[in-house]
């Protein structure tokens, strides 16, 4: 699987987050970031923020007020089935290399961009952790940075392997 960075986002915390040229990553994520509830965001396993461009056109679609960087995700990507993506797979995006950790649990700050919107992208299958549900990968996956470096919008993410 193979895409591309549309977008690279970041805020001093909450959302919407902002578009930036470009940006360094570390172990503990986007240089420059924050969150406004670190007691549920950020950390090592939680450095960063993905989430698919087709799920925003989708849920744009559908009504939502959203955008690029408006559901507080660092990376928009496109190019990549969020439905298949899963916890462990590796990627190499720019020069660093992410590991999915957690699909991230919609909180109540995103109401903001629609009523219902948890709903529309997180349920009790993709709770349990079952990709078959329909709403997988809708709301994004947290991953941790196993190598940093810099990231730009245009560079490719891909796919390296399944994390042992």
């Known amino acids: ?10 805020s001093p915390g909450g959302i ?3 578009p930036i040229a470009e940006a360094r990553v570390t172990q503990t994520g986007i240089v420059g970031d924050g969150w406004a509830h670190p007691q549920f965001h950020g950390g090592p396993n939680q450095a ?13 679609a559908k009504g939502y007020a959203v955008y690029p960087g408006a ?6 990507i496109a190019g990549i089935d969020h439905r298949q993506m ?9 020069e660093t290399l ?9 909180c109540n700050t995103l109401s903001a961009l629609g009523p219902g919107i948890q709903a529309e992208i997180y349920d009790a299958l993709v709770k349990a952790g079952d990709a078959t549900s329909p709403r997988w990968g809708m709301s994004g996956f947290y991953a941790a940075v196993r190598r940093g470096g810099a990231i730009r919008p245009h560079d490719i993410i891909a796919l390296v392997d399944q994390a042992v």
């Not at 193979?2 to 977008?7: H, K």
């Not at 559901?71 to 928009?76: A, D, R, S």
């Not at 899963?86 to 190499?92: L, P, S």
């Not at 992410?98 to 919609?106: A, N, Q, S, W």
């Open 71 to 76: 559901l507080g995700e660092n990376l928009t």
């Open 16 to 18: 919407p987050k902002l």
């Open 1 to 10: 699987m193979t895409g591309a960075i549309l977008q690279i986002n970041v």
């Open 98 to 106: 992410i590991e999915l950790t957690k699909v991230r649990v919609p």
């Open 48 to 60: 960063l923020l993905l989430i698919c461009s087709e799920a925003i056109e989708a849920l744009r």
């Open 86 to 94: 899963r916890i462990g797979q590796r990627y190499r995006a720019g």
